[in-house]
């Protein structure tokens, strides 16, 4: 019978019966009258040892076979209690589908995660990152099950756009213009209209503002898919090309974002504890020690909430003497993040963020001050979520715009949606990368993304 | 009681009670003592009957609320036995939450495709556009879930790329170079080098290559998300950024493809059937007359399965006279495939194509001249999914890449798949927008996405 570890694994009884796998070698420790294959098959984190002794005709060749070859091999499964894995098989015939020569990169021995990156399109063949990226997958779908459980409508937002409004800076330029020699105006500028989109044109930074159009007509929706970033930052924590989470919803305020959001972590939370125990089970062995008791903690607690402004007041009294003082005014450091964590003992929204340092489209609160900001800080990993209510007011999202430079004619669809049957309405944006470091507890994001695309670093 | 129209048309049992809905005006219709405001709310494609009269205090302004404001309504739901809706809600109190004034560009009446399109931020709002994004996202689940069934890992290929291998030609540029001024080389090329990614960089056309990757690793994977093409045609069927879905599998043949692909398709039509009810017998009504019954036939029918040679052979003894000879070494015209299709008398996948006109990571058969590669097309379609087994033979592989002039240093990671450990292994490309044209019945495929880019086209 043709199968899979996958299957197997996840029989209730295994029966000693005939079976036929697939997989990659990842050790053979041949012996003088009998061998071990290590074989993973790719459908789950386990390898199944194949036991192989000299009665086969291929015997010799067997104790030849190299890491990394592709086999077919058939055996009795052979049940062993008391030993690590319930099962190994007892090899009937084992053929060759794709050798490996001895050059091959991934050896059974400690690789550094910098040369493993040199070689992404082999790397998910290796103990760490085949966990990392199977929890990728896992969390992904959890995201989507997780909304259609909600009800939310998922909607693309456009990775080409032309409304360079938000200000973010930092855009990668898309264009079929030749750089050699791109058409010109007379007054020597660059004349756009001859490009592609016939218009200065990038990649999208947030598909927040594309939801919106789309909550202000199904209600609770949300986009998930790639944003970028022309940041020239090398940091653990930073990429150019990084997927994010935008849920946004209409008739709803910052509260029932902080209760949406809340109910996600955990939700995502457990569901790779659920679906991924051997590989959290790893994770928590050999790249972050209490891992797994970090996560418990998020989903037994409850998520507090601070106003910017209790928690700079909390930062002032505090015992503890900052590199950065705290202030009214001030975004929060990563030293002062910690400190709130820690002080309040689990996960907490900061809500409530002076304006003046926060994105135009949030909601002005009453106090002229401070806008409907949360940011959600959480053990280990500092902030994890932002969200914010939006303004839904025209004229008041016309003057924040003015403000902050903004020309309104360049946003004017989006004007149009405070014209047209405005809502209150709100949403929040989780970095899909970050997420997966905390729960894996990957340290640097380029371990986390299958093809990580940083300054300079654009392979595969 | 909260609610949404979602909840109550779900409810097995209306029972008459005090219900509090959000929602958009679709239309008012005010009467001298009483007036009917259908409500939507976005959870739902129906919209609601709310009547109200004069007994309401504010009943003069209620008679002005003008189409496309936001209201908040509190009523009892009354039970409407025989009537086109279930229930109807009689308002007790009904406030404004966001108004809309009188040029309000979406009116109950007929507008042109064209027109909505040119107000795509607000074109959710009508019938046909809830109804066409609301299946675009039960599809996308649909795919999601589908692969989830079937055990398949989920692996989301970059967008942007350096290796410009594929030769696909109609390539973005993405750059962080000033287009204006841009550093050069001595001999006066643009100095790709000091680009953002330190080589010349573009938009995927296609995560093919990076899914064998994964899926020597993890057997079965999918990818599934936006793809480019800088393509300067204005056809129905044509966007510059669209969604691909594809599917690809180690230890696999190019009939497994056929299995896989057959029980997708049919999977995606039947959960569209399932949960759309409202919408597609929109779609049946408006749109494409026999659009459920084409639909239910493909569910019906054994795909059936013919030889580019025994296709043109068809085509060679057909009684029609074709625009474009059909020949043995050439592709199939869209009077080609109908025909086909036709006297098929249902989809059909036509396989081992001449490999002159195909892919050069397609696999070469023993007959030298083909390559296992199929093309599905289907009744009132043409074509919806291409694949193929790939060339896992390493020499065999690099003899096609040359005679395609492509230069085989420039995809050494590809190569090192059949170096090590290769494994026969196949996979499709599903185009994710067409596939929704095709259940939806929508002619042009600016209808089906949210914010259509084409040539000259990015708004929003």
């Keep these: 019978m043709k199968t899979t570890m996958r299957r197997l694994m996840h029989q209730s009884k295994h029966t000693e019966t005939t079976v036929t796998l697939h997989g990659w070698v990842r050790n053979n420790r041949a012996q003088k009258a009998f061998g071990f294959i290590d074989l993973n098959d790719g459908t789950h984190f386990n390898t199944v040892q194949v036991v192989y002794e000299e009665r086969l005709e291929n015997f010799k060749q067997l104790q030849k076979i190299r890491v990394g070859s592709a086999l077919e091999v058939t055996g009795q499964l052979v049940l062993t209690p008391g030993a690590k894995q319930p099962f190994e098989i007892k090899a009937e015939a084992i053929s060759m589908i794709g050798d490996s020569p001895e050059d091959y990169p991934i050896q059974p021995k400690r690789h550094t995660r910098e040369f493993l990156r040199q070689h992404a ?3 998910p063949r290796t103990n760490l990152f085949a966990a990392v990226f199977r929890v990728r997958s896992i969390l992904h779908h959890a995201i989507h099950e997780f909304f259609k459980q909600e009800h939310f409508m998922h909607v693309a937002s456009p990775i080409l ?3 360079d409004a938000e200000g973010a800076g930092e855009l990668f330029h898309v264009t079929t213009l030749p750089l050699d020699n791109p058409p010109r105006l007379k007054d020597g500028n660059v004349d756009y209209s001859q490009d592609f989109f016939g218009a200065k044109t990038h990649l999208t930074v947030s598909g927040q503002l594309q939801a919106e159009i789309f909550a202000q007509a199904f209600r609770q929706v949300y986009t998930f898919g790639p944003t970028f970033r022309a940041e020239n930052s090398n940091t653990t924590t930073h990429a150019s090309e990084f997927w994010m989470l935008e849920p946004e919803v209409a008739f709803a305020d910052l509260n029932d974002m902080i209760t949406l959001s809340e109910k996600m972590v955990k939700y ?23 891992l797994k008791t970090k996560l418990q903690k998020v989903l037994d607690s409850d ?13 002032k009294s505090a015992e503890v003497s ?20 820690k002080t309040v003992g689990g996960p907490v929204y900061i809500i409530n963020w002076p304006k003046e340092i926060k994105a135009f489209y949030m909601r ?5 001050k401070t806008v409907a900001a949360m940011d959600l800080l959480v053990p280990g990993a500092g902030e994890l979520i932002g969200g914010s209510q939006r303004e839904e007011r025209y004229d008041v999202l016309v003057e924040r715009m003015h403000a902050m430079n903004i ?14 049957g405005s809502t209150p309405h709100a ?30 670093n654009c392979k595969f």
């Design 121 to 123: 399109h082999l790397r």
């Design 161 to 163: 756009t032309a409304s």
């Design 268 to 290: 995502l939370i457990q569901t790779v504890l659920d679906e991924a125990p051997e590989e959290m089970a790893f994770f928590d062995q050999f790249v972050e020690s209490g």
């Design 303 to 315: 998520f507090k909430v601070l106003t910017h402004q209790e928690a700079v007041a909390l930062l």
């Design 322 to 341: 900052f590199e950065h003082a705290p202030g009214d005014n001030k975004d929060l450091a990563t030293e002062h993040e910690k400190y709130l964590v």
């Design 364 to 368: 002005v609160n009453d106090d002229q």
């Design 407 to 420: 020309e309104p004619e360049e946003l004017a669809w989006y004007l149009d949606l405070r014209k047209y």
């Design 427 to 456: 949403g929040y944006g989780l970095g899909f990368d970050r997420m997966l470091m905390y729960v894996t507890g990957i340290e640097n994001i380029r371990d986390t993304l299958p093809f990580p695309r940083t300054p300079k």
